[in-house]
Every structure is written in structure tokens, then in C-alpha cells.
């Protein structure tokens, strides 16, 4: 997308030079017909159309794949925010609650059912997922997944008043084994 | 043009009709001239040195944020006083300076480049620059003695509700903020009419130059993108003062219903930040070019369909609040549509350039400076519809050096070509001191050293709106560079200002039309005078100047309409709006310390609330219908005069004597916005009942069947009343029989309306009785506002202000009553059919 968009600006950059410095133009009157063609119809409505529709198809075809679709091996947990911070509970009953950080299981596509008890946040981990408010009254759902397991880092990304920069949490992907020890210890 | 030869006119004539107008149109060269001035050149004057002093202080503002980002865990201020700061310089740039800003270039510039004398409501143009200059203060006060607000400029609840938010920053924000939205939209109103109506004789719509095509289109915007956010504001305000439950969840609101009527406004906001601009460059560029614009038509096109796309967009900056999947898709795609419009004049620009044969100069300069920069901005927009990568930077930097790459590059910089630009038609005066070019060079560079550093922190995940970070983060270094770059740029723009105020102060005197433009702004004499044309140029081709250069002679020497000053009244020609016939004759008011008087009153009646002063904002607003009656009786006249000479054989009525004044336009438009402001109310009725939590009530209002026949009868009588004394007056008959009728229908509505509140006492109850107080209240204050119109118009009739002939306030009066009956019968269906159907 990068190089896209810095070829575009260089070509769009040359067209402005090259009509600045070039030589002048015996006849100046009676272009304006083939000028309209080319540069409202072909530069001015034929270019952006190509480009956008290409653009377009990519970003529809990637967010296709960030969708939450059935799987049957999901996981799903809530992701609860407030001023300043996160707490995330696990299981049927939701019994299993931890602050500030998120256990997953690596590997399995877990959905995050994302919601606010106070002002309006965002649960944004980066190398995870794009980011999707929490809003009082209202339940999104993310779906993450972690490849391998780790520690990644996440934060808020609406802004939320004072505290808002240090409203950050981690997610804890775990191994299957690991995943399994740490759902049998909540729920005791 | 058909006008005798110069040499067979007497010498001498131009000068003793410049004595003559100079005489008739002067503002009191006293101090308090100032404060009853209604002149487009004061006016303007006014507005745009304010507005460049705001646009001072946010760009102190921006120095400050960037002194405390320039370093890791910097201890320069703290995290509530950073809040403070970047919510305030937000606000400070998109509603302090670039709006006011542009509104200030069009009332200098349109009148000149219509080829009429002044805006059409000069007064209310006088209104509109003191609201803004008494809101705008209040906020800026505000925030010196530490009571800003801090949630960002676009204020989210609940984090700006009261619980949140206690204090009255946020108030100072939603009150001020609203006053400046009603002075925008009195601009707006005024630009509208002057631009269909007030122009030279044969300038059709099509011989119009390119700049009044987008102000006209940027001005029906703002008629339709400022209601919602000033229903927002009222929305947020009651919920802060009265606790109405709108956003809060418990009781049936939705934050996310803020968003929406903010978005609506803010995203549209944007484009009618940037067509001003866009304006100022396709009236420019091709000057420059020597050549003339190419693709007219399609510009005009384009400029009025990135208006209505714009306002099909706002969703876009919630693509992360959760909407569902196919909605994503389909605002991604519409918001990339967007780009096809803007590359349409960006081309037509280039297209112009390759016909013609540039020079550089100052003013082509920040025009390069703006295609180097907002193609960039541009780019990075598009890349932003994207969803997933909006998913990644939103709120991040990133974001924030799109926006300033579109605002600076695509406003800012194209706002100093046009001051430059235009500096010998409003000053007088050639650039003598070349400190401009100095200033460019230190400008744009540092600009985008600074917010391309920016762009790659917001890559690297610096969220906005956080106050520092750690060294750690992997930012220090970007951060520096943009600070300093920042700082240079600062000192960049502090010259451009020195360069252009000593400029206009000390350079040497000018000649008419030094870059050999076509269009009429530059027929008249240099620096425009007070009465603009000495008369009323007759045009037969979009570039006037470049048909007849002698143009200039003719007007001066008063061979245009209305070239002779006897009647020793301020005239000028109304035309009709299409094909620019000259229709009537208007008298513009004179010198008058009533606008600002009535801005005093309405700022106090803003402004009070802040300290609780309920009874003073109350009284305020009785002396602000109070003013606004003394103001309109003012006008008009006792005697018909019948047509009168408007030169060139053409005896023209005057507008007081026509059935669609000035007024009755102006009220067309203003009602525009006041529908766009009811609906939004009933977008949010639905929104909430569908969307929010909480919903449906516990119970619904049951209406009954006494109120309804009261609100039917009511609205059959307010309907009838109007239109009977209109007839009667045109027959020269007795009209208060029927504007009695009119009273008492608007009055039996008005008791339907409180009936709806008597029955649901309690509006902080639950959203849904919140909704229907404010859908009565809409009923209740417009039945108010016209009984005292239909009583206004009683007394004018009395008072022999009325005739066969002078029965355009009667129009008007119809056409209020007419918006209140249809607005007040769909409010009450909308508060009574749920019950009825329950
Ligand atoms: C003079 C050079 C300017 C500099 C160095 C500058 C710098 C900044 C910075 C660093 C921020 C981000 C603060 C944060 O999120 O932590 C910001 C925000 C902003 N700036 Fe500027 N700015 C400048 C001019 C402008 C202009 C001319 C406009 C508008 C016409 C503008 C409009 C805004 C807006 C709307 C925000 C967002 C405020 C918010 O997040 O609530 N800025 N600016
Ligand atoms: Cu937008």
C-alpha cells in the first residue's frame, strides 16, 4: 500500500513539474475539448476509480479473514474496561476473573466479548488484531488469535481522560497444557 | 459591452459619483464606528484579524503539546493539563480560526467578484462577527483561568458527562461552541442569498466565478452539517444541567448516539473546511497560469458531489464503535468513493496549469507547497477507509498527521496563497518587504519533517492524546524531530503574518488588477471602497475583465445599473437566480449599533447558564426577541413607491414591495436548517429505540383524544390564518380577523405540546420521556415564536407598514407558520402513535 501511495504522489508531483517547466505552448486557446478528456475524464475520474477499486477488494478480502466465524474449537472470554483498567473473566459462568491480564490459548481462535462499566475505551492488541471499543450498554466481539504462545502487549486506544495512558494490559498466550492448568486453578 | 465610448462622457462624473456613494455608504469614522459598521470590508476586516488571532493561539497551543512531546517521561506539564491543552487546541483551529477564517475571506471577496455592493443582510453579517468574537473569547477565558475542557475536541460521553466531567469545562465548550454554530449558520444564510440572488446584471449561474459556486455550496453545508452537532451540544448540555438521560445507558441513552450526531457534523466538517480552500485555488491557479480554468462545469460538478457524498460518510470514523460487517463494507467503499471528486479538481488544476503559462510569485508558491502536501494527505485518507488498517492506527499519530496534512496542507496553505493573493485588492498595496518568500521556505519543509515524524510514530503505535511516553518506546528520537521541526515551522508562520501585516500597513500603493485577472472583484477601484461599484456591472461572460478591459472605466463613471446616487439610499440590484436579470431593487440598511447589542444579549443568554445565572440567561433571551422585533421594524417603509429608475431604461420595484424580499429567502434557509435540526431530533428518537440498551420504556405515553383534536384544530387555524391575511392584505382588506385566527391556532398547539409534558412529568426519568420533552419543546418554542410574528404583523399592518404592494413580511410570517404546522404535527405523531399502537 506504501509504494502505491508513493508512486502515485511522485507521478502526481511529476505531472505539476513537467507543466511548470516546459516549453511554452503556441496555442494556448481552443485545447480545452481534448483537455477535458484527458485530464477530468481519463487522469480526474478514470484513474482514482482503478486504484480505489483495487484498494477496495483488498481491504474487503483482508477484513473478510478478521471476521468472527464458527469454529468449533472457539474460546471465548470478556474483556471488561473501566477508568483505569481491565478485567477479564474466563469459563461457562464467567467464574474465573483476572486483572490487567488476558490468558488465551495459543493456537485456538478466541473470541473477545468487549464491553465498559464506565466511559468509553478500546481493547487494542497490536500484533493480535485491529482495535474495537468498549462502550457502556453494548457488547463487541473481537476475534484474536495467538500463534504461538507468549506475551503480548495491549492497550486502550480511546482516549479515556487522566489515566489513560498507562490503561495497558498483556494477553498471556498459553500452550495447551498450560491453558488447561490455568482454567482448572481459576475454577477452584 | 453596449455602453457609450468613454470620451463622449463628461470628465469629472466618476469622481462626483465616487463623493456621492462614499458619502451615503460610510461607516462612522469615529471608534464606535467599529461597533456599528455593517460594511462587508469592516466586517470582513474584523473577522479575519480575530480569526488569525485564534488561529495564534491554537498554534501556541500546538507549541506547547510539542514542547512536552519533544522528550520521554517529560515532567513539563501534567497528564490533565496536557488534556486541557490538545482538546483546546483542537477546538481552538477547527472552530475558532477555519471556519470564521474563510467566512471572514467571503465577506471581503464576494461582493467584489458578484459585482454587487455588499453582503445581502449586512446587519446580521455584523451579528454573526460578534457572537463569534463574544464565544470565542468565553472560551479562551476559560481556558486562561484553567477551566478548559478535556475530553478531546470531539467530547465524548459519558467521559464529558457530568459524572465524569464535573466542573464547567465542558459546559464552556458545549455553550461556546453552539454560539460560534449560530454565527456560522447567520453566515452561511447570508452568503446563500447574496450568491443567488445579489450579483451583477447578466451573471448567470454558469458566468458565476468558480469561488462563489463552492462558498455556495459550503454554505448549504454548513446549513446541514452544524444542526445535528448544535442538537448534540443541547443534548449533552441538558444531560449535564437537568440529568435528561440521552447518553447514559441506565436510563435508556446511548453514548453512541453522540457519535453520530457529532460525525454527521464532524466529517462533513472537513470538507467544508477544505472547498473554501479548494475555491481560493481554482480562482487563483488559473490567473497565475494566465489561462482559464479548465473543465469549469466539472469542477462545479465535483465540488457538489464531494458535498452530498460527504454527508454519506460520517460512519467512518466509527468503524471501530462495532458496527456490523456490511455496513463496514459499504462506508469503506463509499469513503474511498470520495478520492474520484477531489482528484477530479486536483486535475483540472494540473490540466489548467499544462494550458497555460505559469508564473511563480508568492502566491503560486503556497499553492505548489499545498499539491506537494495534501496529495499526501489525501493518500493517507484513503488509506484510513481502509478497515483493517483503520482497525491498526485509529487513534493513533498517524491519524493525527493525516489530519494536520489535510488541514494545514489543504486549508491553511491555500488560505495564505489567497491572502497574498489578494493583498493588492484589499489593502492597496504591492508586497514591497520580501520577507514572505523567507517565511515559504521555512514553512513547508519543517512541515513535513515534522508530520512525517509524526506519520511514523503512529506506525510505531504512539497513541494520541497520550501525554508523554517512555524512553524505551522506540519514539524518542521521531519526537525530537518533530518538535523542532515544529518549532521552525512556528517561526515560519509568525513571519508570514509579520510579512502580510507590515505589508498592508507600510508597502507601496498598487495599481488595479496586478496579475491581470478576468473576474469582477478586480473592476473596481483598489482598495475597495465602502459602496464597492460605483454601479452595477453588466457582464456577458464568465470573465468580464477580459471582454471589455475598460470595464473599470465604464463602472466608475456609473454606466452600469444603478449608477447614479441620488436617491441617497444604500442600493443595490437583486437579479433572478438563474439567468441573472435584473429583477429589484434593494435598500440595505445603514449604520447600527443593533447587531452588536443583540450579539451582547445572545452571548449573555449562551453564556450565563455557566454560573447558574438561569434568571439572567432568561432575561437575556426576552431582551434578544426584544432587539430582534426593534431591529426588524426598522425596515421597511410606510409609502409605496412603486418601480423605480434603475438605469438602462429598466424600472425595477423595490424589494420591500415584492413578494419574495431578502427576508423571505433568507428565511427559506434558515428554516433549512432548523428542519435539518428536527430531523436529527427524530433520527435520534429512532436511533435510541432501536439501538439502545434498555429500550422499550416501561411505559409508553397514552395521547388523548382532547389534546389531539386541540393540536389538529390548532394547526388548521395556523395553517389558515397566515394565508387569509396574506390574501387580505393583498386585497387591501382588514387582516386581523385572520392573523387572530393564526394566534389562536399556534396557541392551541402550543397547549397539545405542553399537554405532552403534563402527562409524562419526570423527563430525567428515562430516555424516551427526555426524547418527547424536547420533541414538545420543538413544538412549544416555534408556536411561541409565531404568535409573536403573527402579533408583529398586526402591529405592522396598524402601523400602514402593510400594503397590496409591501407584503413580503406577510409571506414570511406564512412561511414560519407553515414550518411550525408541519414540524409540530409530526413531532406530536412521533410522541403519540407508539402509545396509541402499544
Ligand atoms: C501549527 C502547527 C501545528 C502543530 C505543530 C500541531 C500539532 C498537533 C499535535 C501534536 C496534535 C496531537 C495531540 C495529541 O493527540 O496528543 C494535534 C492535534 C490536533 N490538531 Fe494540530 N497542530 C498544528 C496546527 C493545526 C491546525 C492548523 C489545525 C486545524 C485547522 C489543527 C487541528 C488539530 C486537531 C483537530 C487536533 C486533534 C485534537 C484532539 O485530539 O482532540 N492543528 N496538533
Ligand atoms: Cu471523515
Same mark, same amino acid.
Request: charged content about 10%; glycine content about 10%; hydrophobic content about 55%.
Given at each position: 500500500?506504501?509504494?502505491?501511495?508513493?508512486?502515485?504522489?511522485?507521478?502526481?508531483?511529476?505531472?505539476?513539474?513537467?507543466?511548470?517547466?516546459?516549453?511554452?505552448?503556441?496555442?494556448?486557446?481552443?485545447?480545452?475539448?481534448?483537455?477535458?478528456?484527458?485530464?477530468?475524464?481519463?487522469?480526474?475520474?478514470?484513474?482514482?476509480?482503478?486504484?480505489?477499486?483495487?484498494?477496495?477488494?483488498?481491504?474487503?478480502?483482508?477484513?473478510?479473514?478478521?471476521?468472527?466465524?464458527?469454529?468449533?474449537?472457539?474460546?471465548?472470554?470478556? %474483556?471488561?474496561?473501566?477508568?483505569?483498567?481491565?478485567?477479564?473473566?474466563?469459563?461457562?459462568?464467567?467464574?474465573?476473573?483476572?486483572?490487567?491480564?488476558?490468558?488465551?490459548? %495459543?493456537?485456538?481462535?478466541?473470541?473477545?466479548?468487549?464491553?465498559?462499566?464506565?466511559?468509553?475505551?478500546?481493547?487494542?492488541?497490536?500484533?493480535?488484531?485491529?482495535?474495537?471499543?468498549?462502550?457502556?450498554?453494548?457488547?463487541?466481539?473481537?476475534?484474536?488469535?495467538?500463534?504461538?504462545?507468549?506475551?503480548?502487549?495491549?492497550?486502550?486506544?480511546?482516549?479515556?481522560?487522566?489515566?489513560?495512558?498507562?490503561?495497558?494490559?498483556?494477553?498471556?498466550?498459553?500452550?495447551?497444557?498450560?491453558?488447561?492448568?490455568?482454567?482448572?486453578?481459576?475454577?477452584? | 459591452?453596449?455602453?457609450?465610448?468613454?470620451?463622449?462622457?463628461?470628465?469629472?462624473?466618476?469622481?462626483?459619483?465616487?463623493?456621492?456613494?462614499?458619502?451615503?455608504?460610510?461607516?462612522?469614522?469615529?471608534?464606535?464606528?467599529?461597533?456599528?459598521?455593517?460594511?462587508?470590508?469592516?466586517?470582513?476586516? *474584523?473577522?479575519?484579524?480575530?480569526?488569525?488571532?485564534?488561529?495564534?493561539?491554537?498554534?501556541?497551543?500546538?507549541?506547547?503539546?510539542?514542547?512536552?512531546?519533544?522528550?520521554?517521561?517529560?515532567?513539563?506539564?501534567?497528564?490533565?493539563?496536557?488534556?486541557?491543552?490538545?482538546?483546546?487546541?483542537?477546538?481552538?483551529?477547527?472552530?475558532?480560526?477555519?471556519?470564521?477564517?474563510?467566512?471572514?475571506?467571503?465577506?471581503?471577496?464576494?461582493?467584489?467578484?458578484?459585482?454587487?455592493?455588499?453582503?445581502?443582510?449586512?446587519?446580521?453579517?455584523?451579528?454573526?462577527?460578534?457572537?463569534?468574537?463574544?464565544?470565542?473569547?468565553?472560551?479562551?477565558?476559560?481556558?486562561?483561568?484553567?477551566?478548559?475542557?478535556?475530553?478531546?475536541?470531539?467530547?465524548?460521553?459519558?467521559?464529558?458527562?457530568?459524572?465524569?466531567?464535573?466542573?464547567?469545562?465542558?459546559?464552556?465548550?458545549?455553550?461556546?461552541?453552539?454560539?460560534?454554530?449560530?454565527?456560522?449558520?447567520?453566515?452561511?444564510?447570508?452568503?446563500?442569498?447574496?450568491?443567488?440572488?445579489?450579483?451583477?446584471?447578466?451573471?448567470?449561474?454558469?458566468?458565476?466565478?468558480?469561488?462563489?459556486?463552492?462558498? *455556495?455550496?459550503?454554505?448549504?453545508?454548513?446549513?446541514?452539517?452544524?444542526?445535528?452537532?448544535?442538537?448534540?451540544?443541547?443534548?449533552?448540555?441538558?444531560?449535564?444541567?437537568?440529568?435528561?438521560?440521552?447518553?447514559?445507558?441506565?436510563?435508556?441513552?446511548?453514548?453512541?448516539?453522540?457519535?453520530?450526531?457529532?460525525?454527521?457534523?464532524?466529517?462533513?466538517?472537513?470538507?467544508?473546511?477544505?472547498?473554501? !480552500?479548494?475555491?481560493?485555488?481554482?480562482?487563483? *491557479?488559473?490567473?497565475?497560469?494566465?489561462?482559464?480554468?479548465?473543465?469549469?462545469?466539472?469542477?462545479?460538478? !465535483?465540488?457538489?458531489?464531494?458535498?452530498?457524498?460527504?454527508?454519506?460518510?460520517?460512519?467512518?470514523?466509527?468503524?471501530?464503535?462495532?458496527?456490523?460487517?456490511?455496513?463496514?463494507?459499504?462506508?469503506?467503499?463509499?469513503?474511498?468513493?470520495?478520492?474520484?471528486?477531489?482528484?477530479?479538481?486536483?486535475?483540472?488544476?494540473?490540466?489548467?496549469?499544462?494550458?497555460?503559462?505559469?508564473?511563480?510569485?508568492?502566491?503560486?508558491?503556497?499553492?505548489?507547497?499545498?499539491?506537494?502536501?495534501?496529495?499526501?494527505?489525501?493518500?493517507?485518507?484513503?488509506?484510513?477507509?481502509?478497515?483493517?488498517?483503520?482497525?491498526?492506527?485509529?487513534?493513533?499519530?498517524?491519524?493525527?498527521?493525516?489530519?494536520?496534512?489535510?488541514?494545514?496542507?489543504?486549508?491553511?496553505?491555500?488560505?495564505?496563497?489567497?491572502?497574498?493573493?489578494?493583498?493588492?485588492?484589499?489593502?492597496?498595496?504591492?508586497?514591497?518587504?520580501?520577507?514572505?518568500?523567507?517565511?515559504?521556505?521555512?514553512?513547508?519543509?519543517?512541515?513535513?519533517?515534522?508530520?512525517?515524524?509524526?506519520?511514523?510514530?503512529?506506525?510505531?503505535?504512539?497513541?494520541?492524546?497520550?501525554?508523554?511516553?517512555?524512553?524505551?518506546?522506540?519514539?524518542?528520537?521521531?519526537?525530537?524531530?518533530?518538535?523542532?521541526?515544529?518549532?521552525?515551522?512556528?517561526?515560519?508562520?509568525?513571519?508570514?503574518?509579520?510579512?502580510?501585516?507590515?505589508?498592508?500597513?507600510?508597502?507601496?500603493?498598487?495599481?488595479?488588477?496586478?496579475?491581470?485577472?478576468?473576474?469582477?472583484?478586480?473592476?473596481?477601484?483598489?482598495?475597495?471602497?465602502?459602496?464597492?461599484?460605483?454601479?452595477?456591472?453588466?457582464?456577458?461572460?464568465?470573465?468580464?475583465?477580459?471582454?471589455?478591459?475598460?470595464?473599470?472605466?465604464?463602472?466608475?463613471?456609473?454606466?452600469?445599473?444603478?449608477?447614479?446616487?441620488?436617491?441617497?439610499?444604500?442600493?443595490?440590484?437583486?437579479?433572478?437566480?438563474?439567468?441573472?436579470?435584473?429583477?429589484?431593487?434593494?435598500? *440595505?440598511?445603514?449604520?447600527?449599533?443593533?447587531?452588536?447589542?443583540?450579539?451582547?444579549? +445572545?452571548?449573555?443568554?449562551?453564556?450565563?447558564?455557566?454560573?447558574?445565572?438561569?434568571?439572567?440567561?432568561?432575561?437575556?433571551?426576552?431582551?434578544?426577541? !426584544?432587539?430582534?422585533?426593534?431591529?426588524?421594524?426598522?425596515?421597511?417603509?410606510?409609502?409605496?413607491?412603486?418601480?423605480?429608475?434603475?438605469?438602462?431604461?429598466?424600472?425595477?420595484?423595490?424589494?420591500?414591495?415584492?413578494?419574495?424580499?431578502?427576508?423571505?429567502?433568507?428565511?427559506?434557509?434558515?428554516?433549512?436548517?432548523?428542519?435539518?435540526?428536527?430531523?436529527?431530533?427524530?433520527?435520534?428518537?429512532?436511533?435510541?429505540? +432501536?439501538?439502545?440498551?434498555?429500550?422499550?420504556?416501561?411505559?409508553?405515553?397514552?395521547?388523548?383524544?382532547?389534546?389531539?383534536?386541540?393540536?389538529?384544530?390548532?394547526?388548521?387555524?395556523?395553517?389558515?390564518?397566515?394565508?387569509?391575511?396574506?390574501?387580505?392584505?393583498?386585497?387591501?382588506?382588514?387582516?386581523?380577523?385572520?392573523?387572530?385566527?393564526?394566534?389562536?391556532?399556534?396557541?392551541?398547539?402550543?397547549?397539545?405540546?405542553?399537554?405532552?409534558?403534563?402527562?409524562?412529568?419526570?423527563?430525567?426519568?428515562?430516555?424516551?420521556?427526555?426524547?418527547?420533552?424536547?420533541?414538545?419543546?420543538?413544538?412549544?418554542?416555534?408556536?411561541?415564536?409565531?404568535?409573536?410574528?403573527?402579533?408583529?404583523?398586526?402591529?405592522?399592518?396598524?402601523?400602514?407598514?402593510?400594503?397590496?404592494?409591501?407584503?413580503?413580511?406577510?409571506?414570511?410570517?406564512?412561511?414560519?407558520?407553515?414550518?411550525?404546522?408541519?414540524?409540530?404535527?409530526?413531532?406530536?405523531?412521533?410522541?403519540?402513535?407508539?402509545?396509541?399502537?402499544?
Amino acid at each position: 500500500m506504501l509504494t502505491c501511495a508513493l508512486a502515485i504522489f511522485f507521478f502526481v508531483m511529476a505531472l505539476i513539474f513537467a507543466a511548470l517547466y516546459r516549453p511554452p505552448n503556441p496555442s494556448v486557446c481552443g485545447r480545452n475539448e481534448s483537455g477535458t478528456r484527458v485530464w477530468i475524464w481519463g487522469l480526474g475520474v478514470g484513474f482514482p476509480l482503478v486504484t480505489l477499486a483495487a484498494l477496495t477488494a483488498y481491504g474487503l478480502f483482508i477484513g473478510e479473514r478478521l471476521l468472527p466465524r464458527e469454529a468449533p474449537d472457539l474460546v471465548t472470554v470478556q %474483556a471488561q474496561a473501566r477508568q483505569w483498567a481491565w478485567t477479564f473473566r474466563y469459563g461457562e459462568d464467567r467464574a474465573i476473573a483476572t486483572d490487567g491480564v488476558l490468558h488465551i490459548p %495459543a493456537g485456538r481462535p478466541v473470541n473477545v466479548e468487549i464491553t465498559s462499566t464506565d466511559v468509553i475505551h478500546s481493547f487494542w492488541v497490536p500484533r493480535l488484531a485491529g482495535k474495537l471499543d468498549a462502550i457502556p450498554g453494548h457488547v463487541n466481539v473481537l476475534r484474536i488469535e495467538a500463534a504461538l504462545p507468549g506475551t503480548y502487549g495491549g492497550q486502550s486506544a480511546e482516549f479515556s481522560g487522566r489515566g489513560y495512558r498507562e490503561h495497558v494490559f498483556t494477553v498471556e498466550a498459553h500452550d495447551a497444557a498450560s491453558w488447561a492448568t490455568f482454567l482448572a486453578e481459576g475454577t477452584q | 459591452m453596449t455602453l457609450p465610448s468613454p470620451a463622449s462622457q463628461p470628465r469629472g462624473k466618476a469622481l462626483r459619483l465616487h463623493l456621492a456613494l462614499a458619502r451615503i455608504w460610510a461607516s462612522d469614522q469615529r471608534i464606535r464606528g467599529w461597533f456599528t459598521s455593517s460594511n462587508n470590508n469592516d466586517i470582513g476586516s *474584523l473577522f479575519l484579524i480575530v480569526a488569525t488571532s485564534f488561529f495564534v493561539i491554537g498554534g501556541i497551543l500546538a507549541m506547547l503539546i510539542r514542547a512536552q512531546l519533544a522528550t520521554p517521561d517529560s515532567a513539563f506539564m501534567e497528564p490533565q493539563v496536557y488534556n486541557q491543552i490538545f482538546t483546546m487546541h483542537g477546538t481552538v483551529m477547527m472552530f475558532l480560526f477555519a471556519i470564521p477564517f474563510f467566512e471572514a475571506m467571503s465577506m471581503l471577496l464576494l461582493p467584489g467578484m458578484l459585482g454587487t455592493r455588499d453582503m445581502a443582510f449586512p446587519r446580521l453579517g455584523a451579528y454573526g462577527l460578534w457572537v463569534y468574537i463574544f464565544g470565542g473569547s468565553a472560551v479562551i477565558i476559560a481556558m486562561l483561568m484553567g477551566l478548559a475542557p478535556d475530553g478531546g475536541w470531539f467530547m465524548y460521553p459519558p467521559l464529558s458527562s457530568a459524572a465524569f466531567s464535573p466542573g464547567i469545562g465542558a459546559d464552556v465548550w458545549l455553550l461556546g461552541i453552539t454560539s460560534i454554530e449560530v454565527s456560522a449558520i447567520a453566515t452561511a444564510i447570508e452568503v446563500i442569498v447574496t450568491v443567488l440572488r445579489y450579483r451583477a446584471a447578466g451573471m448567470s449561474l454558469s458566468r458565476m466565478p468558480i469561488f462563489a459556486w463552492y462558498i *455556495l455550496v459550503v454554505s448549504v453545508m454548513i446549513l446541514t452539517a452544524f444542526p445535528p452537532m448544535i442538537l448534540g451540544s443541547l443534548l449533552l448540555e441538558v444531560e449535564r444541567a437537568l440529568n435528561w438521560p440521552f447518553f447514559q445507558v441506565e436510563n435508556g441513552g446511548d453514548p453512541l448516539l453522540w457519535q453520530h450526531l457529532f460525525w454527521l457534523f464532524g466529517h462533513p466538517e472537513v470538507y467544508i473546511i477544505f472547498l473554501p !480552500a479548494a475555491g481560493m485555488i481554482a480562482t487563483i *491557479l488559473p490567473v497565475m497560469a494566465r489561462t482559464n480554468l479548465l473543465g469549469y462545469g466539472w469542477v462545479v460538478a !465535483a465540488a457538489v458531489s464531494l458535498a452530498v457524498l460527504s454527508f454519506g460518510l460520517w460512519v467512518h470514523h466509527m468503524f471501530t464503535t462495532g458496527i456490523p460487517h456490511m455496513g463496514l463494507a459499504f462506508f469503506s467503499a463509499a469513503s474511498t468513493l470520495v478520492a474520484v471528486p477531489t482528484s477530479v479538481m486536483i486535475f483540472s488544476w494540473i490540466g489548467t496549469l499544462w494550458k497555460g503559462r505559469a508564473r511563480m510569485g508568492l502566491p503560486m508558491l503556497w499553492i505548489m507547497g499545498f499539491f506537494a502536501t495534501f496529495v499526501i494527505g489525501g493518500l493517507t485518507g484513503v488509506m484510513l477507509a481502509v478497515v483493517p488498517f483503520n482497525w491498526q492506527v485509529h487513534d493513533t499519530h498517524f491519524v493525527v498527521a493525516h489530519l494536520h496534512y489535510v488541514l494545514i496542507g489543504g486549508y491553511v496553505f491555500p488560505m495564505i496563497a489567497a491572502i497574498y493573493y489578494f493583498m493588492p485588492l484589499l489593502t492597496g498595496r504591492t508586497r514591497f518587504f520580501k520577507l514572505g518568500e523567507v517565511a515559504f521556505w521555512l514553512v513547508v519543509p519543517s512541515f513535513h519533517i515534522t508530520f512525517l515524524s509524526v506519520h511514523m510514530a503512529g506506525l510505531l503505535g504512539q497513541r494520541r492524546r497520550t501525554w508523554t511516553y517512555d524512553a524505551d518506546q522506540g519514539w524518542t528520537a521521531l519526537n525530537l524531530v518533530a518538535s523542532i521541526a515544529s518549532f521552525v515551522m512556528a517561526i515560519g508562520f509568525a513571519l508570514t503574518i509579520l510579512d502580510v501585516a507590515v505589508n498592508a500597513f507600510v508597502a507601496v500603493r498598487g495599481r488595479r488588477n496586478p496579475w491581470g485577472a478576468g473576474t469582477l472583484e478586480w473592476a473596481g477601484a483598489i482598495p475597495s471602497p465602502a459602496y464597492g461599484f460605483a454601479s452595477i456591472p453588466i457582464v456577458q461572460g464568465r470573465y468580464p475583465l477580459h471582454d471589455d478591459p475598460d470595464l473599470a472605466l465604464h463602472i466608475a463613471r456609473g454606466e452600469g445599473y444603478l449608477g447614479d446616487a441620488s436617491r441617497i439610499r444604500r442600493e443595490t440590484l437583486i437579479v433572478s437566480t438563474a439567468r441573472g436579470e435584473p429583477l429589484q431593487v434593494v435598500v *440595505l440598511p445603514g449604520n447600527s449599533v443593533l447587531p452588536f447589542l443583540l450579539a451582547v444579549v +445572545t452571548s449573555t443568554s449562551f453564556l450565563a447558564p455557566l454560573f447558574d445565572a438561569y434568571i439572567v440567561a432568561g432575561l437575556a433571551l426576552v431582551a434578544v426577541v !426584544a432587539l430582534a422585533l426593534v431591529w426588524a421594524w426598522g425596515l421597511g417603509g410606510r409609502v409605496d413607491e412603486g418601480h423605480v429608475d434603475a438605469g438602462h431604461g429598466a424600472m425595477l420595484p423595490l424589494a420591500s414591495e415584492c413578494r419574495d424580499p431578502p427576508g423571505w429567502w433568507g428565511s427559506v434557509f434558515l428554516l433549512l436548517a432548523d428542519g435539518v435540526h428536527f430531523g436529527s431530533l427524530l433520527f435520534g428518537y429512532a436511533f435510541l429505540w +432501536t439501538v439502545a440498551p434498555n429500550w422499550p420504556p416501561h411505559s409508553y405515553l397514552q395521547p388523548q383524544l382532547w389534546a389531539v383534536i386541540v393540536a389538529l384544530t390548532g394547526a388548521l387555524a395556523l395553517t389558515a390564518g397566515p394565508r387569509l391575511a396574506v390574501r387580505a392584505i393583498a386585497k387591501g382588506g382588514t387582516a386581523w380577523p385572520a392573523i387572530t385566527l393564526g394566534i389562536v391556532g399556534s396557541l392551541a398547539l402550543a397547549i397539545a405540546a405542553a399537554s405532552v409534558m403534563l402527562d409524562r412529568p419526570g423527563p430525567a426519568r428515562h430516555a424516551y420521556d427526555a426524547t418527547l420533552w424536547l420533541l414538545a419543546g420543538h413544538v412549544g418554542l416555534h408556536t411561541i415564536l409565531s404568535a409573536i410574528m403573527l402579533c408583529y404583523l398586526a402591529a405592522r399592518v396598524a402601523a400602514g407598514y402593510a400594503s397590496p404592494a409591501r407584503i413580503g413580511e406577510a409571506g414570511i410570517v406564512k412561511l414560519w407558520a407553515d414550518f411550525t404546522v408541519a414540524t409540530g404535527l409530526v413531532a406530536l405523531a412521533a410522541a403519540w402513535l407508539p402509545g396509541a399502537f402499544a
